[in-house]
């Protein structure tokens, strides 16, 4: 009776353990869209059939541990060997199997279904950050995630949002279908945000297809699912969904920020401004690996504090953040960053801890050197 | 040749003694020793790497390590304890135990037995010797997950990935060479009157895995082969730039890496198949169903690979054929669970540490098998992929199933290893403390993952913050109670109650019929089998 006891006690605990946290989320989320609410379905029917089998199966175990055993005078029976029972428990999980297969094929197909989509986003995965294309649209741009250093240091406390924030979201019309291609542009990502039931790879090379439907306004939040380096860990997926009117209006907005990013390439800036715009970019795309100091990881990313790039030949830096460091991690920033970010940043990385070269570098210097 | 033959059984007379015992052994028991102390010795070197992350993942933020390091510690965690204690355990059970099972001497190839253990410290000094190299400072360890997916490992891995690839050819090598080995002494070293349908069933299940094994380690070798290849011989297997596919990868890792996955649980099912008849003192409810149900598993592992990938964007012709095919192993699966219940089912049951960690062993891997269906549904998996979910299953069925049919294993055995008895109040302490802790560490995971808590990730957000440190504790309890486990082995190694040759009162086989401790030639002349 003994060891019944101690088994009865690790199924509580388990119980017990489920029951006190029960305010914090337990289970996936059926979401928002037709198919993340199929897959919740389906989950939740296998997730019950395995609770069915396993009270019949533990349940004769727990009884033949109470029961036939040596300590209460058991006598060991002599059966071996059933064909009928042999054939009954091939077929009965056989027969259950294919009551799960058949829904499973129904929501999977509907999953996979891809046409007559509305509209269509290119979805581009890169080392840590997702970049977003709405085709035909004439509107890109990239997401980074926005919580600050400080808060994952723990030197700051920790907003709601931790590590689920971006600097700009992907925005969608409700109601309409969205097509997503997905790509990437360095290794393996994968885009996901549960409340959509959608989980699709991003691969180099190969676009991959997935569609949305959202049904009401609202911020939907996810993460990269596939490890992608050092800061796999913090590249959030953050979309809004606006009604059809306000997601006009945004387009609008975002043709308009970029007509005026355009603009501000044109003009000859100061170099305080050129600091200020500086470390701003600096920050979102460069910190990740050489740091806010500027002193890098010792063996992995070099500094740029004193460091011969920084300190040397402005067209050489220049051009090292425009097409990167063939074979390794520096990436070619010209596509991400506009004429006025690059010529801030060189500015800024000539100026800062210490670097002070008094070189000032100007948005039509970059665009000489593209 | 027969003068040679001759030489060599002159030798074997004599007893080796000193360090030239262990360097240059030939001998089934000796060299399986070493693979088991091996294995003990990587299970604390891989479960501190456990430790590390855990203590990492007890809050959100990042406290103690850097997620580059963090990254280097999930890839060697799951290396070491794949390739470093799980399968060298199994090969280390299979050296002390299929000779003595069968009626043989020794194994068939004793010294290529010899050259596949002495590979091991070789391949893993390398694989550690990037992660102090990583330490001191110079460049990083692997860091790209043990499935090391290109072209993070290829393009953008780390100097120290051909440090990987060789250590893990050595492995494969020896992996081959065990399988060789094991192979050839059953179909050829079974006592007179052992035909194949009369051999204990830990010995089927070893048969079985020995032939995944032939048939996957040389695909695990040509998949670091082509890495290696696109690294510095110009080619682009992997590369969409060159021409390649990087999901081409996938597709040969997973190739091996489902088959890996059985190979990994195959013989625990052996283990556990030996031990509840023990302790139920009643005969194996099917036998045959046993060795049908494991051969269809084994089978089965070869077709339902890319049940890995479904998020890689497969035709949905290929997602539904690998549904299918990988919801059917769990009939095969289930056939082994009912065996085993009704086997149990009127026996007279004791509950030794065996027997207990064999108990253990049937409820947990149950729960993984039951997520593991879970997992195969392709719209359910496209939320459960790549989170804590499938963190929770791999380690329901490979720690509290593998890993228990091990210990189970090494308390069933070890009176008839060293001759004594180990201590049974410190095992049973051993056996609750590392029952509790495993699902106090991994029973949450199933938790965080259904709420969308990424796998490999070094900080998360808040609402997973309870669980995680609830997982934590579950993990340093397990960790440290493993000591006991450790202290139980040497405390039985030096001494003890004296085991009979029977040891168990419900024991079959012809392993209990030689005295404990074995002698150091197992049977020198057969046995006959009725």
């Given at each position: 009776m003994r060891a019944a006891t101690r088994v009865a006690g690790i199924l509580g605990l388990m119980l017990i353990s489920g029951l006190s946290h029960a305010a914090y989320q337990?289970?996936?989320?059926?979401?928002?869209?037709?198919?993340?609410?199929?897959?919740?379905?389906?989950?939740?029917?296998?997730?019950?059939?395995?609770?069915?089998?396993?009270?019949?199966?533990?349940?004769?175990?727990?009884?033949?541990?109470?029961?036939?055993?040596?300590?209460?005078?058991?006598?060991?029976?002599?059966?071996?060997e059933n064909t009928t029972i042999e054939v009954v428990w091939t077929i009965i999980p056989f027969l259950i199997l294919i009551a799960m297969a058949i829904p499973a094929t129904r929501v999977l197909l509907a999953m996979e279904d891809t046409s007559n989509s509305e509209m269509s986003i290119k979805v581009t995965g890169y080392q840590w950050k997702w970049h977003y294309d709405y085709l035909g649209e004439d509107v890109s741009f990239f997401s980074n995630m926005s919580t600050p250093m400080e808060q994952i240091e723990g030197m700051e406390q920790k907003g709601e949002n931790y590590l689920l924030e971006v600097d700009n979201k992907m925005v969608i019309p409700v109601n309409k279908k969205v097509r997503l291609l997905f790509t990437s542009n360095d290794v393996i990502h994968a885009w996901w945000v549960p409340e959509f039931g959608v989980k699709k790879d991003s691969i180099p090379g190969y676009i991959n297809e997935s569609w949305i439907e959202v049904p009401e306004?609202?911020?939907?939040?996810?993460?990269?699912?596939?490890?992608?380096?050092?800061?796999?860990?913090?590249?959030?997926?953050?979309?809004?969904?606006?009604?059809?009117?306000?997601?006009?209006?945004?387009?609008?907005?975002?043709?308009?920020?970029?007509a005026e990013a355009a603009a501000s390439a044109e003009k000859t800036w100061t170099q305080a401004d050129l600091m200020n715009q500086g470390e701003k970019v600096y920050k979102t795309a460069c910190a990740a690996c050489h740091q806010a100091n500027g002193e890098g990881l010792p063996n992995v990313f070099p500094g740029l504090k004193g460091s011969a790039v920084a300190l040397g030949d402005i067209a050489k830096h220049i051009d090292i953040i425009i097409n990167g460091v063939s074979g390794t991690s520096m990436q070619a920033f010209g596509a991400q960053l506009n004429d006025a970010d690059i010529a801030a940043v060189?500015?800024?990385?000539?100026?800062?801890?210490?670097?002070?070269?008094?070189?000032?570098?100007?948005?039509?210097?970059?665009?000489?050197?593209? | 040749?027969?003068?040679?033959?001759?030489e060599t059984h002159e030798h074997h007379d004599h007893k080796p003694t000193g360090i030239g015992r262990w360097l240059f052994s030939t001998n089934h028991k000796d060299i399986g020793t070493m693979y088991l102390w091996f294995s003990f010795i990587m299970f604390f070197v891989g479960g501190s790497m456990a430790l590390v992350i855990r203590a990492e993942l007890f809050q959100p933020g990042l406290q103690l390590i850097e997620p580059e390091f963090f990254n280097q510690m999930t890839t060697l965690h799951g290396l070491i304890m794949v390739f470093g204690v799980i399968m060298p355990a199994f090969v280390g059970l299979a050296n002390w135990m299929v000779p003595m099972m069968i009626g043989a001497p020794d194994m068939a190839l004793p010294r290529m037995n010899n050259w596949s253990f002495w590979l091991l410290p070789g391949?893993?000094?390398?694989?550690?010797?990037s992660l102090v190299m990583s330490l001191m400072g110079m460049g990083s360890a692997p860091n790209f997950g043990w499935t090391f997916y290109a072209p993070l490992s290829t393009t953008y891995g780390p100097s120290s990935t051909d440090f990987f690839i060789f250590s893990v050819h050595l492995m494969g090598i020896s992996s081959i060479m065990g399988a060789i080995n094991i192979i050839a002494t059953i179909m050829n070293m079974r006592a007179p009157g052992m035909t194949y349908m009369k051999m204990p069933i830990f010995v089927w299940t070893w048969f079985i895995t020995a032939y995944l094994l032939i048939a996957v380690m040389p695909v695990l070798a040509g998949v670091v082969t082509m890495m290696l290849m696109d690294r510095h011989f110009g080619t682009s297997f992997f590369n969409a730039a060159g021409g390649g596919d990087p999901v081409l990868f996938q597709h040969v890792f997973w190739f091996f890496g489902?088959?890996?996955?059985?190979?990994?649980?195959?013989?625990?099912?052996?283990?556990?198949?030996?031990?509840?008849?023990?302790?139920?003192?009643?005969?194996?409810?099917?036998?045959?169903?046993?060795?049908?149900?494991?051969?269809?598993?084994?089978?089965?592992s070869f077709i339902v690979w890319a049940h890995h990938m479904f998020t890689t964007g497969m035709p949905v012709a290929g997602e539904l054929f690998f549904m299918y095919a990988t919801m059917l192993i769990a009939i095969p699966t289930g056939v082994k669970v009912f065996n085993w219940v009704s086997t149990m089912w009127k026996g007279s049951m004791t509950f030794e540490t065996p027997m207990l960690f064999a108990i253990a062993f049937i409820f947990l891997f149950t729960i993984g098998g039951f997520t593991g269906l879970m997992l195969c549904i392709a719209p359910a998996d496209f939320q459960y992929h790549d989170t804590y979910f499938v963190v929770a299953h791999f380690h329901y069925v490979l720690v509290t199933g593998a890993a228990f049919g091990i210990m189970a294993?090494?308390?069933?055995?070890?009176?008839?290893?060293?001759?004594?008895?180990?201590?049974?109040?410190?095992?049973?302490?051993?056996?609750?403390?590392?029952?509790?802790?495993?699902?106090?560490?991994?029973?949450?995971?199933?938790?965080?993952?259904?709420?969308?808590?990424?796998?490999?990730?070094?900080?998360?957000?808040?609402?997973?913050?309870?669980?995680?440190?609830?997982?934590?504790?579950?993990?340093?309890?397990?960790?440290?109670s493993q000591l006991i486990f450790l202290y139980n082995v040497l405390k039985t190694q030096r001494g003890g109650v004296k085991a009979t040759s029977k040891v168990w009162e419900g024991a079959e086989g012809l392993e209990w019929t030689l005295p404990s401790p074995a002698p150091f030639h197992s049977f020198t002349t057969p046995p006959t089998v009725k």
């Open positions: 337990l289970n996936m989320t059926p979401g928002v869209t037709s198919f993340s609410q199929g897959a919740y379905d389906i989950h939740m029917m296998v997730m019950w059939i395995c609770v069915v089998i396993g009270i019949v199966v533990f349940g004769a175990m727990i009884y033949s541990i109470v029961k036939h055993r040596k300590a209460k005078g058991a006598v060991a029976a002599d059966f071996h306004p609202g911020i939907y939040r996810g993460k990269c699912a596939e490890l992608c380096g050092q800061y796999h860990g913090f590249m959030p997926v953050v979309v809004e969904a606006k009604s059809e009117e306000d997601y006009v209006a945004w387009l609008d907005s975002q043709r308009a920020m970029a060189v500015t800024y990385e000539r100026n800062a801890w210490g670097n002070d070269t008094g070189d000032v570098v100007q948005p039509a210097d970059v665009k000489a050197a593209r | 040749m027969s003068a040679v033959i001759e391949a893993f000094g390398l694989l550690i010797a489902h088959p890996e996955v059985y190979i990994m649980i195959l013989p625990s099912f052996g283990i556990i198949s030996q031990i509840v008849p023990t302790f139920a003192r009643k005969k194996i409810f099917g036998y045959s169903s046993m060795v049908y149900a494991t051969a269809s598993i084994a089978f089965l294993g090494v308390y069933y055995w070890i009176p008839k290893w060293t001759g004594n008895m180990y201590d049974e109040k410190l095992g049973k302490l051993h056996f609750w403390l590392t029952a509790i802790s495993s699902n106090v560490l991994f029973f949450p995971m199933h938790f965080v993952g259904l709420a969308g808590m990424p796998r490999r990730i070094p900080d998360y957000s808040l609402q997973f913050a309870e669980f995680n440190a609830m997982a934590t504790v579950g993990a340093f309890v397990f960790g440290f």
